[in-house]
């Protein structure tokens, strides 16, 4: 007999504390699981993929209102317009004869333009880290803000360091990037930064 009453007693007392041994709440629901590594883990894809202008998964990743479009449309309007030249097409035609100056000397070849476009700058490994919670603000809603932070270095300057927030919102069972903006180095001692910079302020 008192057994049994130990035991109501016990049951009684997760009950009123809203625990389960399923995971659920008392309420039946499931308890949501931390979203922080997958955030972080899209947040740093998505900054990677950018990077390395790898169009289709950085536009996969980002929501329809970020991107203004399809995932075809994104990519479509971030990919080089026209291939890089081959070798074949890069080289002068049999037929293609250089102008000559008058002490017999030809003019060096200009460069030709590519997909590639300028000189392009290297960028360093992408961080993720100060994940927080983040209000709707305009029309992005509520979601997870990523601080995002890589280095920046063009052929015969210093290496600059660049932050970037990123707001994560749940779309169709994924998280997808939904607003990004820049992170001044003059924000980073200020509170949070990630929300400042993804409230508009």
């Not at 931390?34 to 289709?56: G, H, L």
């Not at 291939?83 to 200009?110: C, H, K, M, N, Q």
């Not at 460069?111 to 000189?119: K, N, Y």
């Amino acid at each position: 007999m008192k057994r049994a009453a130990a035991v109501l007693i016990t049951v009684g007392a997760l009950a009123l504390a809203g625990c389960s041994s399923d995971g659920k709440d008392e309420g039946g629901s499931k308890t949501p699981a931390d979203p922080t590594d997958t955030v972080v883990k899209v947040a740093r894809s998505y900054q990677e993929a950018k990077n390395r202008q790898d169009w289709r998964p950085w536009c996969e990743m980002s929501t329809a209102r970020l991107r203004g479009g399809t995932v075809a449309e994104c990519v479509a309007e971030n990919a080089p317009s026209s291939p890089s030249p081959t070798p074949e097409e890069s080289s002068p035609s049999p037929d293609y004869s250089p102008p000559t100056y008058a002490d017999g000397s030809t003019p060096t070849p200009r460069a030709r333009p590519s997909s590639s476009g300028p000189e392009r700058a290297d960028t360093g490994p992408v961080s993720a880290s100060d994940v927080v919670e983040v209000p709707a603000a305009e029309d992005h809603p509520a979601g997870y803000g990523v601080l995002i932070t890589y280095t920046v270095k063009w052929p015969g300057k210093e290496a600059t360091t660049t932050r970037r927030a990123l707001r994560l919102v749940r779309d169709g069972g994924a998280w997808l990037v939904d607003q990004h903006e820049d992170v001044q180095a003059g924000d980073m001692g200020h509170g949070s930064p990630v929300r400042t910079a993804l409230s508009g302020g």
